[in-house]
């Protein structure tokens, strides 16, 4: 086996055609990855996949936004936290959950969002227990088609840039407001 692998990769060190093939084919499927990974609009920290970042358009009069992600998998075998986040659109980020609180859907700031180890964390629009980020006294209202970066900070993966999309919702899930 181990003969069979070296003579194969002297063959292609000696071959300067065939290297050059090679090349040629991996910077194809270089181009091809990036190209997808823009759509997907992915991005990575570490072992933390993070998809999809997006923000729903503020309120009008409102100085708050929410921002989601569609998910945050965590692909490594050690759990991780977002601990905070920052951007140039806000004041402040704060990381906040949904509760229901006799039957008033409410929000509170929590410390820490849990990453466990090989799990897949969705921080959607619209869900009943989900987590958000709250951006809070917004320096410009966030319109359908904007664009803004986000500093999520990991306890292990370290602080990520990720770029927010603003856009509506495609289903009809009830508006985000603030009930503090
Ligand atoms: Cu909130």
Same mark, same amino acid.
């Given at each position: ?12 060190? #000696?071959?300067?055609? %065939? ?6 084919? @991996?910077? /194809?499927? +270089? ?71 006799? #039957?008033?859907?409410? %929000? ?6 849990? @990453?466990? /180890?090989? +799990? ?61």
């Amino acid at each position: 086996m181990t003969d069979l692998a070296q003579s194969f990769e002297i063959s292609l060190c #000696n071959d300067l055609g %065939m290297t050059q093939f090679f090349k040629s084919v @991996l910077l /194809a499927l +270089a181009v091809t990855v990036a190209s997808t990974a823009s759509h997907a609009h992915g991005f990575k920290a570490g072992d933390l996949k993070i998809n999809h970042p997006y923000a729903t358009p503020s309120l009008s009069g409102s100085k708050t936004g929410a921002v989601y992600i569609r998910s945050i998998q965590n692909t490594g075998k050690q759990a991780d936290q977002l601990i905070s986040a920052r951007t140039p659109v806000a004041e402040r980020v704060e990381l906040h959950q949904m509760q229901m609180d006799n #039957n008033v859907m409410k %929000m509170r700031a929590v410390p820490a969002i849990e @990453l466990p /180890a090989q +799990a897949e964390l969705r921080m959607m629009h619209g869900s009943a227990d989900g987590y958000h980020l709250m951006l809070i006294n917004l320096k410009q209202p966030l319109k359908d088609g904007d664009r803004f970066s986000v500093w999520l900070q990991f306890k292990n993966s370290g602080e990520r840039e990720v770029t927010v999309h603003v856009q509506t919702p495609k289903n009809n899930a009830p508006a985000h407001d603030h009930h503090h």
